[in-house]
């Protein structure tokens, strides 16, 4: 309960905090939407890095290392450092200068008025607030998984489903409506102030967890020294020998389970005679845990030579040992060859069927409250398993074993496409039109480089100790196999730090999710009266007073619609963030050549726009709507097709239609000296 | 200085491909994986490159001439 009403207070200081800002606020839905262009240096560099780092930065990179290894800051981190300044110089400043000269707010207001089309508008709006979505996705999501995991046994009856916690639905809710409140009250000054606060509060708190952590592993150190201990791999970025020979080693294992599952089925449960499961399990040396007895069994049944299954058959036994799901048409090879580890992870997983842990006796009979003991006769036997325990037993014990993989060389040379994507953000759009003073970007693109470091250093350390970390005194995983990397940090926060701090730490985490979700909010409310309530009503038919709450009704609808989504199967932090980066990315072109290439014509900037989401929208779905994390097109991030395809084609059309007007040309390409 | 200023950002985006650390699991001062420890370093590096960028190759032409014809026009 502690964690929960430090998180509890925090909030409400959260709330206080807006409404102090709403005090400063001057009234019209200008200031409420832009804060009159009055931010500085230093509340544009916490906006800006608040917005872009956040959920993705602390839960994402926290879960990604401990799935992929070090590489991942390679990944986005230092490559972001390089690009996103980049950007600023070659882009933002000059959209500042257009700003200033024209008064657009939003990049859609840019974008009508450098191609001389009203419709760009309809056909970008859906595109960058359908882009938006899922990064706020990120943020709503991950905050209710950070919330439940703290909470694991704060209640003692109430949401026994959800381990006597908030369940993730409910975390999700609060956070997004403790969001909407401070925006609606402070608007865009507030959001600023209540940013700068909380990406104050979210660095600091990072490297307390990170102490905190760090200490209770036994120091950096030791920490770092069982990593290379026990998973070598997540030190570099290709696969350690003594990794790739554990695994083959374990496969091997797994595979005279499923092989024994399957033969005893088929026997009708009488592969062994009574007499050989008692040897079984008594000559069983293996931890007591989850399927522990058909284990036995099956090493007894190999040893005695008792399994006797065609090749077709041991590859069925896999495909159903391991929950997937079997190929309606058999591929030619499979009566012919024992698939491998690799083959059998092309196969689809049905990830619902953990849910049966919960009713198989096997899994859940020691399932309750977490608080509770066992056994209260033998307290050294612990605490009631809480059901993501269970289902983690499920996973560890049934599933095959996790195979090591290495980062592919080319896909690392490609994530260097990603951080194009501030390029088309929104918030950063309206950032670059509307700041007060171009000097006021020159913090923000020193800074930006060192704070990500800052952030993501530890967290992706943390990521990767926590593969290596054990059970105090034992030689057991602290985290089991299969394990949901967006929990890591929650997990390792809950479990190396006492109630106190855990509440505090969580605070820190949801700081910076929560600084995400709020410009994020109040960008896509400004673009929506802007760029098509005002824009198609026009500046006399709405009142401040009516503009302010259609953003805010539209804001409550994009909120709800996120939420809604968040509900369902939960992706990885990481690679929905990368679809979203990829998707801006893709638009890059457009930016870039509507203010360097003067022959860019309206028709090239629609076959640039459509190309870019088409292919987006393509790959998504080929990827199984981002459930598949390893997704490459060409053996390349999909996002290093999407950029050069959409440049091509607007190239392309754009040389091959009527160029703009000279005049018109010159109010954005204004010859030097005149 | 401002081409030095460019060139150096091109070294950079080169030197972040660092594929010679890529199956070296070295740990320096006895916790840090190099290949982290190389990358960490591309961003102290790059905040250093674009805090020059702001002196040598801020585009103080083009700032100037903006708030010129805006204060011109009002």
């Known amino acids: 309960m502690v964690p929960l009403i430090v998180i509890c207070v925090y909030l409400l200081l959260l709330l206080g905090l807006g409404i102090f800002a709403s005090t400063l606020f001057r009234g019209s839905s200008k200031d409420y939407m832009l804060a009159s262009h009055s931010i500085g240096p230093f509340l544009l560099l916490m906006s800006l890095f608040g917005t872009t780092m956040t959920a993705f930065a602390l839960v994402g990179s926290t879960g990604e290392a401990y799935a992929e290894g070090v590489g991942v800051y390679g990944l986005l981190a230092s490559s972001s450092g390089i690009i996103h300044s980049l950007c600023f110089f070659v882009l933002g400043i000059k959209l500042w200068s257009l700003g200033k000269k024209y008064g657009y707010t939003t990049q859609i207001q840019f974008f009508r008025d450098r191609l001389q089309s009203d419709k760009i508008g309809i056909l970008l709006f859906p595109i960058l607030v359908g882009l938006v979505i899922p990064y706020l996705l990120i943020g709503v999501m991950a905050s209710g998984t950070v919330i439940s995991a703290v909470s694991e046994g704060a209640f003692s009856s109430m949401f026994a489903e959800y381990d006597y916690g908030v369940p993730n639905w409910l975390g999700s809710l609060v956070i997004s409506i403790v969001v909407l409140i401070y925006v609606f009250f402070g608007g865009m000054r507030g959001t600023a102030w209540a940013n700068a606060f909380q990406t104050i509060v979210f660095m600091i708190l990072g490297i307390i967890t990170f102490w905190v952590i760090s200490s209770n592993l036994g120091g950096v150190e030791a920490a770092s020294q069982a990593v290379e201990k026990r998973n070598p791999s997540k030190l570099m970025r290709s696969v350690a020998e003594s990794d790739e020979l554990r695994y083959e080693k374990a496969f091997a294992t797994w595979q005279s389970l499923a092989e024994y599952n399957y033969a005893n089925e088929k026997a009708d449960g009488n592969l062994l005679t009574a007499e050989q499961k008692e040897k079984a399990i008594a000559e069983y040396k293996g931890p007591p845990i989850g399927n522990w007895k058909a284990r036995a069994e099956a090493n007894l049944a190999v040893a005695n030579n008792l399994i006797d299954l065609t090749v077709a058959e041991k590859n069925d036994a896999f495909i159903e040992q391991d929950d997937r799901v079997m190929p309606e048409e058999k591929p030619e090879w499979w009566d012919k060859k024992v698939m491998t580890g690799h083959e059998l992870n092309h196969y689809h997983r049905n990830e619902a069927a953990v849910l049966a842990a919960y009713t198989d006796p096997i899994y859940s009979k020691n399932l309750g409250h977490p608080n509770e003991l066992i056994n209260p006769d033998k307290p050294e036997l612990g605490t009631k398993w809480t059901r993501k325990r269970t289902a983690g037993v499920y996973r560890a014990t049934k599933w095959s074993p996790e195979e090591p993989r290495g980062m592919s060389m080319l896909v690392f040379i490609t994530y260097m496409f990603i951080p194009l994507s501030v390029g088309m953000f929104p918030h950063l759009f309206q950032h670059w039109l509307t700041a007060k003073s171009a000097q006021s970007f020159k913090l923000p693109v020193v800074a930006h480089p060192l704070f990500i470091a800052i952030v993501w250093i530890p967290c992706v350390l943390v990521g990767v100790w926590a593969t290596s970390a054990v059970v105090p005194g034992t030689e057991r995983a602290l985290i089991p196999p299969h394990f949901n990397p967006n929990a890591v940090l929650p997990f390792m926060v809950a479990n190396m730090s006492g109630p106190f701090l855990s509440g505090l730490l969580t605070a820190g985490v949801l700081a910076a999710i929560m600084s995400s979700l709020d410009s994020q909010f109040l960008c896509i409310g400004t673009m929506f009266t802007e760029d098509i309530v005002v824009h198609y009503g026009g500046k006399k038919r709405f009142s401040d007073k009516q503009v302010l709450i259609i953003a805010r009704c539209f804001i409550i609808g994009i909120v709800a619609i996120t939420y809604f989504l968040s509900l369902y199967e939960p992706r990885r932090v990481f690679t929905l963030g990368v679809w979203t980066f990829s998707g801006f990315s893709s638009l890059f072109p457009l930016v870039f050549a509507a203010l360097y290439w003067k022959r860019l014509t309206k028709a090239g900037a629609y076959a640039c726009v459509i190309t870019a989401i088409s292919l987006w929208c393509l790959f998504f779905y080929m990827s199984d709507m981002a459930l598949n994390p390893h997704f490459t097109v060409f053996g390349m991030m999909p996002v290093a097709t999407m950029v050069p395809a959409a440049a091509i084609v607007m190239v392309i059309v754009s040389l091959m239609t009527q160029p703009p007007s000279d005049e018109h040309l010159e109010r954005f390409f204004p010859k030097k000296g005149l | ?74």
Request: no cysteine; aromatic share 16%; hydrophobic share 55%.
């Open chain 2, 1 to 74: 200085m401002r081409y030095m200023v460019w060139l150096l950002v091109v070294a950079l985006i080169i030197l972040h491909q660092d594929l010679w650390y890529w199956d070296d699991r070295t740990l320096v001062w006895g916790f840090m994986p190099i290949t982290l420890l190389w990358q960490g370093g591309i961003s102290v590096g790059a905040a250093a490159v674009w805090f020059l960028a702001t002196i040598f190759a801020w585009p103080t032409d083009l700032i100037e001439e903006t708030q010129q014809e805006v204060e011109g026009g009002e």
